[in-house]
């Protein structure tokens, strides 16, 4: 009954701007931490973004610092990923991610409570 489904992914050309999406339903959302994890075929799916429940807390890895921004409204259910200047290096499936506890997100993946589906993001030169 839990659902996370993201929208939002498609074919970009360098230096662009992609917006995702994360609608999530069959939870208390506001009760949750929200994270962006992404995955390349054949690579181990790696944090890219969080954000505490009430939004005190937010950080990014490194590679997106700068670039991307999280944010989530509660009252939609939905938490975002702007990304801008996208590098062909950000090339992944691109998955949304709910846990307890902000440190869950970094911990590790045993740690996520529900998945979405992820979403493609392509990015080329």
């Known amino acids: 009954q839990v659902q996370l489904v993201e929208s939002g992914g498609g074919l970009v050309q360098a230096g662009g701007s992609l917006g995702l999406s994360c609608a999530v339903s069959g939870l208390t959302f506001s009760g949750y931490a929200m994270g962006w994890f992404r995955q390349a075929p054949g690579k181990e799916r790696e944090f890219v973004a969080g954000i505490s429940r009430t939004g005190s807390t937010i950080d990014y890895v490194g590679a997106v610092k700068g670039r991307f921004t999280i944010s989530r409204d509660n009252a939609k259910n939905t938490v975002y990923l702007q990304m801008n200047s996208l590098k062909p290096e950000d090339t992944a499936v691109y998955y949304c991610?709910?846990?307890?506890?902000?440190?869950?997100?970094?911990?590790?993946?045993?740690?996520?409570?529900?998945w979405g589906k992820g979403t493609l993001v392509t990015v080329s030169s």
């Open positions: 991610a709910a846990a307890w506890l902000y440190s869950d997100l970094r911990g590790a993946s045993s740690d996520i409570r529900y």
